[in-house]
């Protein structure tokens, strides 16, 4: 089969780089900023909403978000050195 663009690696190669966790972290970053949106947009705090507003599981929610932006701010240099 063949790849729609080629000058992008697979994906294998291109989740090596950032492993598991950094996959984890952007959909953390994803579902956070979601969140964000809905919070701004529509006054709607998703997380809130799931899991009670400042619950210990709510709390957690929002640390693991915390959590995944420090983490991404570490992949920045990778990332940078790619192009």
């Known amino acids: 089969m063949e790849r729609l663009n080629p000058?992008?690696?697979p994906?294998?190669?291109?989740?090596?780089?950032?492993?598991f966790f950094g996959l984890?972290?952007?959909?953390?970053?994803?579902?956070?900023?979601?969140?964000?949106?809905?919070?701004?947009?529509?006054?709607?705090?998703?997380?809130a909403v799931l899991f009670g507003p400042m619950t210990t599981a709510s709390r957690t929610v929002y640390?693991?978000?915390g959590v995944a932006a420090v983490y991404a701010l570490s992949l920045l240099p990778r990332v940078s050195r790619m192009d």
Not at 24 to 34: F, K, S, T
């Open 63 to 65: 640390a693991l978000f």
């Open 7 to 9: 000058s992008l690696p």
């Open 24 to 47: 984890v972290a952007l959909a953390l970053l994803i579902l956070g900023g979601l969140n964000w949106a809905l919070l701004g947009l529509i006054e709607v705090d998703l997380v």
């Open 11 to 19: 994906l294998a190669e291109r989740t090596s780089l950032y492993g």
